[in-house]
């Protein structure tokens, strides 16, 4: 199932020598920790891309997550994607016959859209609990499916992604999966501190010995 995470990197256009109109932006930014959902705090590891991209050519970037507006593919090399020292980076060449295309074109120029997101899929995660802190989450191997400009500027996440996101924190912590929320999971594999029992008085003391006075 499908998560989708929205950067702050921006989405920048610009125009090719031979008129073509190119969007390009980082759809992820590697080892850069963000909160999601108020439930835990997640980044992608430097790596996670790099099965996907070797392994997929249905790769596309489209708008706002939206698979009826498709801007660029990589399979018609409309679309290239490329993981480098920064983060996971998409181009698109976009077709300004197209009113996806040119909508795109202008809203990105103009500045009403510039930033960029991607939905994925988790193959392989790998969970830490910090004290005092909230659990993070680091995405070490994800499935790519698209790149999209979009507008809002925070990383964000679907009811969906948090429960799946549940899911796998439980898996982590050896609890049920049937958990709402990670704080369930949390109290639910978090033993309850020992105390002490109180001192139980020594039974084989006796009775004490009676004091003796002298007579007078």
Do not use: C
């Not at 980082?26 to 963000?34: I, L, T």
């Not at 609990?129 to 964000?156: F, N, T």
């Not at 002490?196 to 007078?216: F, I, V």
């Amino acid at each position: 199932m499908k998560e989708t995470r929205i950067f702050a990197a921006p989405v920048e256009a610009r125009e090719g020598q031979d008129g073509a109109a190119t969007i390009a932006g980082y759809a992820s930014v590697f080892n850069s920790e963000y909160e999601v959902a108020g439930m835990f705090t997640e980044s992608v590891d430097p790596r996670a891309f790099n099965k996907t991209l070797k392994e997929r050519d249905q790769l596309a970037v489209v708008w706002s997550h939206d698979a009826d507006r498709v801007l660029g593919t990589v399979r018609s090399n409309t679309a290239r994607f490329e993981a480098d020292e920064h983060g996971l980076r998409y181009e698109a060449d976009l077709d300004l016959l197209d009113p996806d295309g040119i909508s795109a074109w202008r809203k990105i120029t103009t500045g009403k859209v510039d930033r960029s997101s991607f939905s994925f899929e988790v193959v392989k995660d790998k969970w830490e609990d910090r004290d005092g802190g909230l659990p993070h989450r680091q995405l070490v191997e994800v499935k790519l499916w698209e790149a999209s400009p979009v507008l809002w500027p925070a990383s964000s996440a679907t009811e969906v992604d948090v429960k799946r996101a549940v899911t796998s924190y439980a898996e982590y912590r050896g609890a049920s999966p049937d958990a709402e929320s990670i704080e369930q999971v949390r109290k639910a594999t978090t033993p309850e501190p020992e105390v002490e029992p109180p001192q139980a008085l020594d039974a084989t003391q006796g009775e004490p010995e009676p004091r003796l006075y002298p007579r007078l």
